[in-house]
Nanobody, 118 residues
Framework: QVQLVESGGGLVSAGGSLRLSCTAS????????MDWYRQAPGKQRDMVARITSGGGTNYADSVKGRFTISRDNAKNTVYLQMTSLKPEDTGVYYC????????????WGQGTQVTVSS
């Protein structure tokens, strides 16, 4: 069984920074795309940033220039560095990964809350 565990969320003032981490564990052969999604209260879950196994990235327009996604393949970990945070960045951030494992599939973390105060 594969598990994704996020950490790094919290409360921060507007203009501040946070770094989220997500580590995959279990019997993993390889990990393809890894992403971060965000779900604000009462809204759908939307992709924020994505990184391929080769390091290619893309971002939602709302976070371009402020957020940076990276990964450490040796540690099965993906990071999201968030800077110049805005109140509209508030939400639950979920890690997602496409994993080739004993049970290959699409996996989600439990989510970590990010709250940006104005």
């Amino acid at each position: 069984q594969v598990q994704l565990v996020e950490s790094g969320g919290g409360l921060v003032s507007a203009g501040g920074s946070l770094r989220l981490s997500c580590t995959a564990s279990g019997t993993i052969f390889s990990i393809g795309v890894m992403d971060w999604y965000r779900q604000a209260p009462g809204k759908q879950r939307d992709m924020v940033a994505r990184i391929t196994s080769g390091g290619g990235t893309n971002y939602a327009d709302s976070v371009k220039g402020r957020f940076t996604i990276s990964r450490d393949n040796a540690k099965n970990t993906v990071y999201l560095q968030m800077t110049s945070l805005k109140p509209e960045d508030t939400g639950v951030y979920y890690c997602h990964a496409e994993v080739t494992a004993a049970y290959t599939g699409s996996y989600w973390g439990q989510g970590t809350q990010v709250t940006v105060s104005s």
